[in-house]
Every structure is written in structure tokens, then in C-alpha cells.
């Protein structure tokens, strides 16, 4: 059921708020992920302390209801740190499922016993780490010997229940060779597709670069292997989630497979509400905007200045780009920019790095 | 490159056979594909998919384009509506799953044990 939104001033070019939120549940985490790109797993982001801490059950459901009343809230995606090690997932659930809402679980996988599918279950729907069909690679990128034996465990347990599920490979130099037989896996497994995800960078694990950034020839590589795999299987979906910015890798000429980017905070964005019920405009930036408990959404969304910038910004690289691919890329992850420069004015790390990766004697 | 592959089935002495450009191979009915799938497309040009890198027929299917629309995720997260399954069906068919599973067995993928895990949740699926 809709709820009537407030109105507010807001920019004539601006649509309506979202309806799609991220709740991250907890900063509690069963893994160690090198790829992690968490605002709070970086101290020098100075992000509030007391990782234990986290909304109560009851806090959870007054922030849901709050942002009803203010946006037209059709989809949340739970989130974390890792949202199964909260007991009350299923009330949780049941409370979003109660109030109309569809939910999303993101997770890692390595708790979906029988039993917590089972009551996580109605209609679940879920996105699942499956980094590689090698047990050490996945492990490795986890942090967790013995995750991935979870992770295969927890996929048939969510499709033997009937559940929706889809992959989410997240590609980097230790993994990229798999992704053939790892999407196949995941076919085999039920998935109905795979969100391919290149490394983001952040400040955490920027200092992993070396050791994980794939290089442009290995997602061109990978993105020929999507396209296989695209053309071959469908109508099973592969889709890139994080922006590949076309001047590291020409993307036009693959017909299979479905190319995202960033919403820049507009009426498409997935706000982000963390443990605590702080406000951010997604789940990789680092820069608090307010708090549920004290601030309205609607004028966050509308007025605040950083939101505004983060909708507006251009980086300075990126001023000769061709305007087709400036106005679809815009840059690419200001919010990777944000952790590792300390600043959305810089085009994505990620072209920065690749550029340097591309320049060095081979 | 994209690799498209179709073929003809035919029926013939009892037996549903699969011609690709000459070669007929007989197909097992059951593990592929089910008889009424076959019977409905007997004569017909099916498309071929075979795993890759080694040759093995997976599976056939009558020809039909994907009819999901854009990416299904939004940055990190799931486009809901793609994992709700409103208005498209993108899941592969059960028959190109479990073929998969014991394509990736044979090629050393996965282990016996994953492979089980992998049938035995179709079996339970069946059950629920």
C-alpha cells in the first residue's frame, strides 16, 4: 500500500523519491572479504565507532514505517556486514512482507542452513557471493577457509526450497579465469542470473590494488566469456552491476549482456540506511548524510548540499570524454572516488589505476 | 564470438535423433529434453547448446530471445523486480541445469559430492 509522500521543494529536473532502500542490518560479518568495501572497515574513513552496535528489532521496524511516510518504499534489500547473523531476520522479514514491501537478502551465503531458509523463506529471494568454482579461490576472496563448501550448500538449500536466487561474482585478478565454469555452477545451482561486479575500490581494500585489480584486458576477457555465456544459456541473465566505464573497456559491442550505472542519488538510487540508522546515499559511500531518527528523508533527498553535489558532479578527467558515454558514465563510482581520494570530484579510482596498470611494460 | 548451433529433430524407427548439419546423434529421451517437447518438435529447427570447452550436447530448446529489459542490478544490489520475477523468466530449464551439473562432473569441475548436492536439490524441489 502506498503512503502519501510530503511534499517538498525540489529540483524541477528531479523525479520522485526512491522506492528502493538498503538496510544494513548489522556490522557483524562472519567473513573477511579482501574486497570489502564497508564504510565502517576503514578506520582513517573515521566512520562512528561500536561495531557491535546495532538497530533493536523494534528500532528496525520504526525506521521502515518512517520512511513510508515519506517515500513510496516498494523494495528493501537487507544487507550488512552479514544480515543471517541477525536472529530476528525472520521477523524482520515478516514485518516488510506484512507492510507490502518486497525484501532482498544479501548475503554471503555461509548460514543458509535448511532451517534459516526455511524461515527466511515466503518468497525469498536472495543474491549469493559465488566467486569462483575453486573452493580455495573463493575462499581466499572470503577470508573464510571452508566457505565456499557453505556457500554451494546454501544455494541447493535455497533452491530446493524454492527460492529466488542469483549469483554475484565479484572479479578480480585471483578469480577472473573462472567465471565460465562459475557461472555455469551457478546455473546448475537454480540462479537466474549473475550480477558481475569488477572489484570497486575502497579504502580498505585499496591496499589490496596490486594483489586484485583485473586489468582491462581481463575484464574484456571476462565480458567475452559473458557474452558466451549470455548467448548460450539464456534466458538465464548476466548483468553488470558496477559501472565498467567505457574508456577503460569498450562495452558496445556485446548484445548479451545488460550494462548498469550509477544513479547518482536520483529517483533510481537505493538509499542506504546503516546499523544505526544513518543515512547515506549507497552502501559505498562513506559520507553520513543524517540520522532516521532526527532527520526526515525527503529532505535529505531533496536539500541536502552533498546529495545535490553527488547528482551534479563531473570529474575533471573526464571533460573530453564523448558526450553519449559522458552523460551514461558520469565518471563513474564517485563513492570509490569518496573513500580513496576523499573527494566525488575525481573520476573512479578504478580508471585511474587501470590507466597506470595499461601503461606499464608488459 | 557467439556460437549459434541449430539442428533438426527427427523421428525415426522409435528413436528421437537430432541432425546438425549432417551428423545425427540419438537422443535419450528423458535426459535431455522430455517426449513431449520432442514430439512437439519433430521436424522442426531447434537450437543447439553445447558446453564449453568441451563439445557435449547440454541441451536443445526451441529458439526464443530472453525477454528481460536492462540490467538486472543496480550497482551492488538486485533489481528487485528481476528477483520477484514479474513479467520474464529467466531461469534456465531444469533439464539444461542438471546437464551442467553432470557436464561440469565429468570435466573435473566439481567433485562427485557437489554434484550430488546439486541433483538432490532439484529432487527436493520436486517434493515441495
Avoid at chain 1, 579504502?203 to 574484456?220: C, G
Avoid at chain 2, 529434453?33 to 514430439?39: A, G, N, R
Wanted: glycine share 8%; with cysteine.
Amino acid at each position: 500500500m502506498r503512503v502519501p509522500v510530503e511534499t517538498v521543494t525540489r529540483p524541477d529536473s528531479l523525479g520522485g523519491m526512491p522506492s528502493i532502500f538498503v538496510f544494513e542490518l548489522t556490522r557483524r560479518c562472519n567473513h573477511r572479504c579482501l574486497y570489502c568495501y564497508t564504510a565502517w572497515g576503514e578506520p582513517s574513513l573515521g566512520y562512528p565507532a561500536s561495531p557491535r552496535e546495532e538497530m533493536s528489532t523494534a528500532e528496525v521496524k520504526e525506521f521502515i514505517d518512517n520512511l513510508r511516510s515519506q517515500a513510496p518504499v516498494e523494495y528493501i534489500a537487507l544487507s550488512g556486514g552479514e544480515p543471517l547473523l541477525r536472529e530476528d531476520l525472520p521477523e524482520i522479514l515478516a514485518f516488510i512482507r506484512n507492510r507490502g514491501i518486497t525484501p532482498v537478502i544479501i548475503t554471503n551465503g555461509t548460514l543458509l542452513t535448511k532451517e534459516r531458509v526455511a524461515a527466511s523463506m515466503v518468497g525469498g529471494c536472495y543474491e549469493i557471493s559465488l566467486h569462483s568454482y575453486r573452493a580455495h579461490v573463493h575462499d581466499r576472496m572470503s577470508g573464510r577457509d571452508g566457505a565456499w563448501n557453505k556457500v554451494i550448500e546454501g544455494m541447493a538449500n535455497v533452491h530446493s526450497a524454492g527460492g529466488r536466487q542469483m549469483a554475484a561474482f565479484v572479479a578480480t585478478k585471483l578469480n577472473y579465469m573462472d567465471l565460465f565454469h562459475t557461472a555455469e555452477l551457478a546455473i546448475s545451482l537454480g540462479c537466474w542470473g549473475m550480477l558481475y561486479n569488477r572489484i570497486n575500490l575502497g579504502s580498505y581494500n585499496l591496499r589490496y590494488a596490486d594483489e586484485l585489480l583485473p586489468t582491462p584486458a581481463m575484464i574484456q576477457e571476462n565480458l567475452d566469456m559473458l557474452e558466451e555465456i549470455g548467448a548460450t544459456y539464456a534466458p538465464f541473465v548476466v548483468s553488470v552491476a558496477i559501472v565498467i566505464e567505457p574508456c577503460v573497456v569498450d562495452i558496445r559491442k556485446y548484445k548479451h549482456i545488460y550494462f548498469g550505472y550509477c544513479p547518482k542519488g536520483g529517483t533510481n538510487s537505493y538509499f542506504t540506511i546503516d546499523p544505526v540508522g544513518n543515512v547515506r546515499t549507497c552502501n559505498h559511500s562513506p559520507v553520513i548524510l543524517g540520522n532516521l531518527k532526527t532527520d526526515r528523508f525527503s529532505n535529505i533527498f531533496y536539500q541536502h548540499p552533498y546529495v545535490r553535489q553527488f547528482r551534479e558532479t563531473m570529474p575533471a578527467e573526464c571533460a573530453d570524454c564523448e558526450p553519449e558515454l559522458k552523460s551514461i558514465c558520469r565518471g563513474g563510482c564517485d563513492a570509490a572516488a569518496e573513500q580513496c581520494y576523499g573527494t566525488a570530484n575525481r573520476v573512479d579510482p578504478f580508471v585511474t589505476l587501470s590507466r597506470q596498470a595499461s601503461s606499464k611494460p608488459s | 564470438m557467439e556460437k549459434k548451433v541449430t539442428g533438426q529433430i527427427v523421428h525415426k524407427d522409435g528413436k528421437y535423433l537430432l541432425n546438425v548439419a549432417g551428423k545425427v546423434e540419438t537422443l535419450p529421451v528423458g535426459l535431455l529434453t522430455d517426449k513431449k517437447f520432442l514430439d512437439e518438435h519433430v521436424g522442426k529447427e531447434v537450437e543447439v547448446l553445447y558446453s564449453i570447452p568441451t563439445s557435449f550436447v547440454v541441451a536443445i530448446k526451441a529458439t526464443r530471445p530472453p525477454v528481460i529489459k536492462g540490467p538486472i542490478g543496480l550497482c551492488n544490489v538486485p533489481r528487485p523486480d528481476f528477483l520477484k520475477g514479474e513479467g520474464f523468466v529467466t531461469q534456465p530449464s531444469e533439464a539444461v541445469a542438471r546437464n551442467l551439473a553432470t557436464a561440469l562432473l565429468k570435466e573435473g569441475i566439481i567433485t562427485q559430492d557437489v554434484h550430488d548436492t546439486i541433483v538432490n536439490s532439484y529432487a527436493l524441489q520436486a517434493g515441495t
